[in-house]
């Protein structure tokens, strides 16, 4: 694997490749973003995966400069994953001069739940995945489910800019207790992993209410938000939402006439809490 921080080198290296699977991360790596990988691996070849921790997606009181950096450890993984380029740049590299042109995107997919949660942060994430797309010129681009929303933002993106590159979707992976894996997750106590699969739980008591017939959205997210703030969490939201556009879902859709799994509006319930300081996301298809 060859591990590359420039941007021309990259692109001498990459000359001539016209079916590059890629996957973006930024580092820390966990068994999720392995799977991410093995999923590239299906729909292209070579394999390019970067790591690079994207300052533009972290508010000002957001954990920049905490965010775990274990470029080592994970070149070490990734040697194992059959991975024919690394690139890891700089700031300077990805950033020589201030990022002035940005890519928004639209306020109503961009601007609710993480992103009304976190302003700026998926103009930040479509800003260094449009470039970073510009240096790799994929064929195929990996994200996984576990960041559902950004998953959709990226989907969009691609096909408003009429990229060149499919965005395919990879499922979460999951610890046996239910908790999704994520790089945060480092930050949890003994005692916060302990209580982190509760996000799950909730979730799949939502889905349960949902397969059982419930049809009262706003009463199903309310006792799922009581749910966690009773076990001590501070939840952001529980949200109920189109699979399709992550829009509120139409009643009338959704009467008991019409039940919860009619393929023309699946839904997906996705959520945001904090457990002490650790902020964990995770969702569930319907
Ligand atoms: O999901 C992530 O790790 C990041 O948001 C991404 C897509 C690599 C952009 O920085």
């Known amino acids: 694997m060859k591990v590359i921080s420039s941007i021309q080198e990259l692109r001498d290296q990459l000359r001539g490749q016209n079916r590059i699977a890629y996957v973006p991360t930024m580092g820390s790596l966990h068994e999720g973003h392995l799977s991410l990988m093995r999923t590239a691996r299906l729909h292209g070849d070579p394999v390019v995966v970067s790591i690079f921790v994207n300052r533009l997606q972290f508010g000002p009181n957001e954990d920049f400069d905490n965010y775990p950096r274990t470029l080592a450890a994970d070149i070490e993984k ?6 024919y380029v690394l690139f890891a740049p700089g700031e300077k590299d990805l950033y020589p001069q201030p990022q ?7 306020d109503d997919l961009g601007g609710i739940l993480e992103g009304a949660s976190r302003p700026g942060f998926f103009e930040g994430v479509c800003t260094v995945v449009m470039k970073l797309f510009c240096c790799v010129n994929p064929r195929v681009a990996v994200f996984g489910k576990k960041d559902y929303q950004q998953l959709m933002v990226i989907r969009r993106l ?5 990229l ?10 999951r610890q046996d207790d239910g908790l999704a894996l994520s790089s945060r997750n480092a930050y949890l106590s003994a005692a916060e992993r302990a209580e982190a699969p509760r996000l799950y739980a909730v979730l799949k008591e939502v ?3 949902l397969q059982n017939g419930e049809r009262d959205f706003a009463r199903i997210e309310q006792r799922a938000v009581a749910a966690l ?5 501070q939840p952001d939201y529980i949200a109920i939402r189109r699979q399709a556009d992550l829009r509120a879902p139409d009643p009338a859709s959704h009467s008991t006439s019409h039940p919860t799994s009619d393929p023309a509006e699946p839904l997906v319930v996705v959520a945001a809490a904090k457990l002490g300081a650790t902020r964990l996301i995770d969702n569930l298809e319907i």
Do not use: C, M, S
């Open 229 to 233: 703030a009773a076990a001590g969490w």
């Open 164 to 173: 060149a590159t499919d965005i395919v979707a990879a499922e979460t992976v």
């Open 207 to 209: 889905q349960h209410q």
């Open 78 to 83: 990734l040697q194992k994953e059959n991975v």
């Open 100 to 106: 002035e042109y940005r890519v928004r995107p639209p």
């Open 158 to 162: 691609a096909q408003q800019f009429a």
